[in-house]
């Protein structure tokens, strides 16, 4: 079997057996290469096939290399992500070493020769990306990819010109989800709801993420339609623990925006406090003030207060074991936390209720074309 041709939904391997098929399948692709240097789809699968044996940097330079055989949307699209997903390698000085030690073999020679570090590429991308758009792209990922760095600059309304004209081409989860995100960034929650449903459904194996999910039904809890937003967060809950997804207080939040502070206590409850930051606990005490539930929140807060206050004693006693940070300023921090669990007790018992900011994620995936692990098409070379 080609590994192109794996069935990556049920290709179940060991970390190494994967690498050692990838591996066999470049050696494959490198003798044909040889033969047919100016063979662009076979050099991009060549790349693809180098980054499921996670050798980055020569997959980088057949991308490039088949850019610049070949300067179609295609080769300059899958550049262009590359750069924006991994950035571009800069060859680093081998350390100068007094003896070197002798008989090498080839394999170790040339990865002293040939260190490599990686810095960010999001300018060439974007660069590329715009010559790319110049031409006219009739597939939606390269629309995706530029409303998706226009977003990442926070530029929502250049970037809902992007992601119309992809979900003119192929409405995906992706686009629709990012327009969703666009419109809720710009306050208008009422068309921002439409495009999140329409991404959740849209939800397939090739992204399982319920965010959307999350997004459509804070957007409904925040325009007063509670009874959609209950339903949504139900559906949630039961999809989160199947698929052991961690949304449990994601979920709960739409309860706190209608105000059903029991079933926000149900879930909030479930939480293990030693992992979760104090941030979370203000609407979790306003919740249980408003239920008349002073003695959990009592309870709850001694139990933090003296875990931090054992934390301090012990990084300032065992100052060793505090390799990776100062004591002295943990210890500070910590004492700011606890301040700030006395602070919440004080304003939850006057009735300030705490406001939650929820802020969607960006949704993206693979957009390579020719990725066989994705099943993405290869457009260009296809004609």
Same mark, same amino acid.
């Given at each position: 079997?080609?590994?192109?041709?794996?069935?990556?939904?049920?290709?179940?391997?060991?970390?190494?057996?994967?690498?050692?098929? +990838? #591996?066999?399948?470049?050696? /494959?692709?490198?003798?044909?290469?040889?033969?047919?240097?100016?063979?662009?789809?076979?050099?991009?699968?060549?790349?693809?096939?180098?980054?499921?044996? #996670?050798?980055?940097?020569?997959?980088?330079?057949?991308?490039?290399? +088949?850019?610049?055989?070949?300067?179609?949307?295609?080769?300059?699209?899958?550049?262009?992500?590359?750069?924006?997903?991994?950035?571009?390698?800069?060859?680093?000085?081998?350390?100068v070493e007094e003896e070197k030690p002798k008989n090498k073999n080839s394999e170790e020679e040339i990865e002293e020769e040939?260190?490599?570090? =990686?810095?960010?590429?999001?300018?060439?991308?974007?660069?590329?990306?715009?010559?790319?758009?110049?031409?006219?792209?009739?597939?939606?990922?390269?629309?995706?990819?530029?409303?998706?760095?226009?977003?990442? /600059?926070?530029?929502?309304?250049?970037?809902?010109?992007?992601?119309?004209?992809?979900?003119?081409?192929?409405?995906?989860?992706?686009?629709?989800?990012?327009?969703?995100?666009?419109? &809720?960034?710009?306050?208008?929650?009422?068309? +921002?709801?439409?495009?999140?449903?329409?991404?959740?459904?849209?939800?397939?194996?090739?992204?399982?993420?319920? =965010?959307?999910?999350?997004?459509?039904?804070?957007?409904?809890?925040?325009?007063?339609?509670?009874?959609?937003?209950?339903?949504?967060?139900?559906?949630?809950?039961?999809?989160?623990?199947?698929?052991?997804?961690?949304?449990?207080?994601?979920?709960?939040?739409?309860?706190?925006?209608?105000?059903? &502070?029991?079933?926000?206590?149900?879930?909030?409850?479930?939480?293990? =406090?030693?992992? &979760?930051?104090?941030?979370?606990?203000?609407?979790?005490?306003?919740?249980? =003030?408003?239920?008349?539930?002073?003695?959990?929140?009592?309870?709850?807060?001694?139990?933090?207060?003296?875990?931090?206050? @054992?934390?301090?004693?012990?990084?300032?006693?065992?100052?060793?074991?505090?390799?990776?940070?100062?004591?002295?300023?943990?210890?500070?921090?910590?004492?700011?936390?606890?301040?700030?669990?006395? @602070?919440?007790?004080?304003?939850?018992?006057?009735?300030?209720?705490?406001?939650?900011?929820?802020?969607?994620?960006?949704?993206?995936?693979?957009?390579?074309?020719?990725?066989?692990?994705?099943?993405?098409?290869?457009? #260009?070379?296809?004609?």
């Amino acid at each position: 079997m080609n590994f192109e041709e794996i069935d990556f939904t049920e290709y179940e391997t060991k970390y190494e057996e994967h690498i050692k098929l +990838a #591996n066999d399948y470049v050696n /494959k692709l490198e003798k044909q290469i040889t033969k047919e240097p100016n063979n662009t789809k076979l050099r991009n699968n060549l790349a693809i096939s180098l980054m499921e044996a #996670n050798r980055y940097e020569e997959a980088f330079f057949h991308f490039e290399e +088949a850019a610049k055989r070949d300067p179609n949307i295609q080769s300059l699209f899958n550049l262009a992500f590359f750069y924006s997903t991994e950035g571009k390698p800069i060859t680093v000085e081998p350390a100068v070493e007094e003896e070197k030690p002798k008989n090498k073999n080839s394999e170790e020679e040339i990865e002293e020769e040939e260190e490599y570090s =990686w810095e960010i590429a999001d300018d060439e991308a974007f660069e590329l990306l715009e010559k790319i758009i110049k031409l006219n792209p009739q597939h939606y990922f390269p629309y995706n990819l530029m409303a998706e760095m226009y977003m990442k /600059k926070e530029e929502y309304e250049v970037a809902i010109t992007f992601l119309e004209r992809a979900v003119g081409h192929t409405p995906s989860l992706e686009n629709l989800h990012n327009l969703g995100m666009c419109y &809720y960034k710009k306050g208008m929650i009422e068309t +921002a709801v439409d495009y999140f449903g329409k991404a959740h459904a849209l939800r397939t194996e090739r992204n399982l993420t319920l =965010w959307p999910m999350l997004c459509y039904g804070v957007c409904l809890a925040k325009l007063g339609r509670k009874e959609e937003a209950k339903a949504v967060a139900k559906e949630m809950l039961i999809l989160s623990i199947k698929e052991e997804q961690e949304f449990q207080s994601d979920i709960a939040e739409i309860y706190y925006f209608i105000d059903d &502070y029991e079933e926000f206590v149900n879930e909030y409850s479930k939480l293990d =406090w030693v992992f &979760y930051s104090v941030e979370y606990l203000p609407p979790y005490f306003y919740s249980l =003030w408003k239920l008349g539930h002073t003695e959990e929140i009592e309870k709850l807060a001694a139990k933090i207060i003296e875990n931090k206050e @054992k934390e301090i004693e012990e990084v300032l006693n065992d100052p060793e074991e505090c390799d990776d940070f100062d004591p002295v300023e943990y210890a500070a921090e910590t004492r700011e936390e606890i301040a700030f669990v006395r @602070k919440t007790i004080q304003d939850v018992s006057a009735g300030i209720r705490p406001t939650v900011r929820f802020e969607p994620y960006l949704e993206t995936t693979c957009y390579f074309y020719g990725c066989f692990r994705h099943n993405n098409p290869n457009l #260009n070379y296809e004609r």
